[in-house]
């Protein structure tokens, strides 16, 4: 079956590492609810690979100060992950009301993402 992957790399302040890990944790908790068939967060742990040239600190412009995130949702397909976001948007819309983007311990601006279709698995 084919799949489908949102993903997601942020810089998340080092002070607000704890703040983010819980956040991820509940969100992670709401996209299996409504269906997301994985949900991983990801802490950079090699910043700097022998091989590797353009990082992604360098990509993400991250600071001393800030750690960088790479994070994935697993769904059916793109049809299933408009269906699931729909249902998380519409939890987090009802819990949180407007405030829902206002407290991130993160710069939603400097956050990347993307859909892909799953091209090779092994």
Not at 95 to 117: H, I, L, Q, V, W
Request: proline fraction near 4%.
């Amino acid at each position: 079956m084919a799949k489908y992957v949102d993903g997601f790399v942020l810089t998340v302040p080092k002070k607000n590492t704890a703040k983010y890990r819980k956040m991820a944790k509940d969100a992670a908790r709401v996209w299996k609810k409504f269906g997301a068939l994985d949900y991983k967060e990801c802490l950079i742990n090699d910043q700097k690979p022998q091989w590797v040239s353009f990082t992604f600190p360098i990509m993400a412009k991250a600071k001393p100060t800030e750690n960088v995130w790479f994070s994935f949702i697993v769904f059916k397909s793109r049809a299933h992950r408009d269906a699931v976001n729909k249902k998380v948007m519409a939890h987090f819309e009802e819990k949180y009301g407007e405030d829902m983007m206002k407290d991130m311990p993160f710069d939603m601006k400097r956050m990347a993402y993307g859909g892909f279709t799953v091209e090779v698995e092994a």
